[in-house]
């Protein structure tokens, strides 16, 4: 299984990007998998305020959690998850 997690903080982070990791993947355990260890892929990106960024094709329910975001003078942190049983990210 692969692990994608996309974090909007509202504000610009203070920790690292890692430190958001093991907690949103060990919550998960037993709701989208029986054990973490089915996990072989994990891919982590922040997108701090300020910063431009865009989606080339975004999925419908990134693009559901892009308009929770909030207006600029009040953003909202939203953090993004999708988990994929499909493989083909082992053909490098």
């Given at each position: 299984?692969?692990?994608t997690i996309y974090y909007f903080p509202a504000a610009p982070m203070m920790g690292d990007?890692?430190?958001?990791?093991?907690?949103?993947?060990?919550?998960?355990?037993?709701?989208?998998?029986?054990?973490?260890?089915?996990?072989?892929?994990?891919?982590?990106?922040?997108?701090?305020?300020?910063?431009?960024?865009?989606?080339?094709?975004?999925?419908?329910?990134?693009?559901?959690?892009?308009?929770?975001?909030?207006?600029?003078?009040?953003?909202?942190?939203?953090?993004?998850?999708?988990?994929?049983?499909?493989?083909?990210?082992?053909?490098?």
């Amino acid at each position: 299984m692969a692990v994608t997690i996309y974090y909007f903080p509202a504000a610009p982070m203070m920790g690292d990007i890692d430190n958001i990791v093991k907690p949103i993947i060990d919550s998960l355990t037993t709701i989208a998998y029986l054990d973490d260890q089915v996990i072989e892929r994990v891919v982590a990106q922040k997108f701090e305020p300020g910063v431009a960024w865009t989606f080339g094709e975004p999925s419908a329910q990134l693009t559901a959690a892009l308009d929770t975001i909030g207006p600029s003078d009040r953003p909202t942190p939203v953090v993004y998850v999708r988990i994929d049983d499909d493989l083909s990210w082992r053909r490098l």
